[in-house]
C-alpha cells in the first residue's frame, strides 16, 4: 500500500508573508466520514499537526450524509470527511467549498457467503444487497455491469437498504446472496460472521473490477477532506498543515495499525479488531486534490454517465482542487 504525499510540501509552499499576518485559530472542529479513513484525521489530530495554528482541534462523525451536507451548507462545518462527488456537487450547486486531497482509493467490495461468486458475472440471478441507493457504489457497480454487458436491474436482483449495518445483517441472516458495502463494514462482516459461524469473504472487489473496466489502473479517487473556501483565504497557514499532517499520520497509520485501530475505535464506534483488520483494504493514499484532478475527472465523467445530475450536471472548475500553492 503506496503512500504518495503529493504536493505535501505544505505550509513551506506558502509565502512568508500569507504565515505571519495569519492569527491562530483558537478552535477548529473537523468533521469526519464514518468509515477507516477517519484514523488518519484522528491520528493527525493527536500527532499535533495543528499545533502551531489551532488551540483547540477537535474531530467528530457525522453519521448521515443530511448532517454533513447540512453543516457544510450552514458554515458551521469548515473541514468535512466526505466521499468526494459529494464535495464536487456542493462546489457546483454554488457551495464555497475546495477539495482539499483524496484518502481513499477504493474501499467497496462485494461480500458473499457462496464461495463460487467470484467475478460480476457470477452474481447473474442472484439477489445482492446494496446500500443507498443512486449513491457512488451503487453507480459504479452499474456502470461495471453495464461494461460486461449485464442489465444490472434485470440480471441481479437488487435489494436496497438504508445502510451498510443493515446489509451486513441481512447477508448474515442469509436474506440475500451478496452484499455490495464498504470498509469497514465487510471486515465487520467477516469477523462477526466468524463468530457466529458463517463464512463471509470478499468475492469481489469493486476497485479492481472497475479498474479492468475502464482499463485504468484499479483506483478510484473516492474519498477525502473538503475545506471550506473561507478557510482556504483567511487561514491558508491551517489548511496547508492539515494535508500535511495527513501525509504524516498516514504514514504512522501504516506502520502502527494496532496502535492506529486502538484510536479510532471511540470515534467509530467500532472495536479496534475490526478497524486493524480493515486499515489494509481501503488503499490508503495521501494525494493533494491539484495532483489528484485528473483521476478525479475520470471518476465523475464515470458517475455522471450513470447518473448526469450527481455532480449537478457537469464537472467541477479547475479551482475546486486544492493545492499548496493556490
Sequence with gaps: MALVGGMAAGVSALSPARLWGAPRLDRLAITSM???????????IAQGSLSGHVAAPTMAVWRNPDQMRAGV?????KVVGSPSYSAANM???????RQLNILSWGLVYIMSRDPTVRRLEDLAGRRL?????????????????RRLGMMPDKDITLQYV?????????????RADAALIPEPACTAAELRGSQNGIAVSRAIDLTEA????????ARIAQTGLAVSEDLVQ?????????????????QWVLANRADAARLGAAALDLSPAIIE???PHFRLEVVAAAQAKEAMEQYFADLMEMSPDILGGRLPAPQFYWGPSM
Design 234 to 250: 483567511s487561514h491558508p497557514d491551517v489548511v496547508a498543515a492539515i494535508h500535511a499532517g495527513c501525509v504524516a499520520a498516514a
Design 277 to 279: 483488520r480493515s486499515l
Design 73 to 77: 451548507l450552514s458554515g458551521e462545518t
Design 34 to 44: 464514518p468509515s477507516t479513513p477517519s484514523v488518519v484525521v484522528a491520528r493527525m
Design 129 to 145: 444487497l446494496v446500500a443507498f441507493r443512486n449513491d457512488a457504489p451503487d453507480l459504479i457497480f452499474r456502470f461495471v455491469a
Design 91 to 97: 462546489f457546483n450547486r454554488g457551495v464555497a467549498i
Design 162 to 174: 438504508g445502510t451498510p449495518t443493515e446489509a451486513v445483517q441481512l447477508l448474515l441472516a442469509g
Design 210 to 217: 472497475y479498474g479492468k473496466a475502464t482499463g485504468r489502473p
